[in-house]
Structure formats: C-alpha cells, structure tokens
C-alpha cells in the first residue's frame, strides 16, 4: 500500500497550491494523516497533521495561519490548502499515515506510511 501526493507544481510567491493524497489501495480513514517537507540539503520537517475525525489539527508555526490540513473520508483523502506561499516553503511535500497520535507524528515518530512526495517550488 502506498500513498500518493498530487498538486505540487511552480508558483509565484503569495499564491496558492492545493495538495492531494489517497492511497494507491484501501482505505486510511482510520489513520490519523500528516504532511512534511523536505527541501533540498535539510532534513525532513513536520508541517501539519490531522486526526482521524478531522476533529483536531496541527501545525507548524512557519506554516500556521497560511496553510490549512482537512480531509475527506468518503474520498479517502486527504489535503492541505496552501496560501500566501514563500520561498522558503520550496520543498518536497510527504504526505503520511498512522496511528500514533498527532504529538507522535510531529516529534518525529515513527510513520506507518509514506508516500511518494510531489515538488512545490515558489518563485521569488
């Protein structure tokens, strides 16, 4: 089983993408779902997480207010909306899934499931 993250694409600064992950089989509605980050020469970041309800969220602080995490259970998907967009959020976007708690998923636990990243570069 594998997840796949969609969406990812070229953008001026201060605009918007909206990414997409389902996976490639099953069902991850029961799976509390993240998305991190992984620009070129760091490490791998966390950037928001959201419970398996969709009830309760999390981000990072460089993302709060600008990026949004929701799902769809019924289209076994999940998204994060993105705006206000900066350079530095130039990356390689990771959607994953698991069930550990949120707190688990931000400090670094380990992911149950990864999927392939899709590229989000913002132009200056």
């Known amino acids: 089983v594998q997840l796949q993250a969609y969406g990812g694409g070229l953008v001026q600064a201060g605009g918007s993408l909206r990414l997409s992950c389902v996976p490639s089989?099953?069902?991850?509605?029961?799976?509390?779902m993240g998305w991190f980050r992984q620009a070129p020469g760091k490490d791998r970041q966390f950037v928001s997480t959201?419970?398996?309800?969709?009830?309760?969220?999390d981000y990072a602080d460089s993302v709060k207010g600008r990026f949004t995490i929701s799902r769809d259970n019924a289209k076994n998907t999940v998204y994060l909306q993105m705006n206000s967009l900066k350079p530095e959020d130039t990356a390689v976007y990771y959607c994953a899934a698991a069930k550990g708690t949120l707190y688990y998923m931000r400090t670094g636990g380990a992911m149950d499931y990864w999927g392939k990243g899709t590229l989000v570069t913002v132009s200056s």
């Open positions: 089989e099953g069902t991850f509605s029961t799976y509390n």
């Open positions: 959201i419970s398996w309800s969709g009830g309760t969220t």
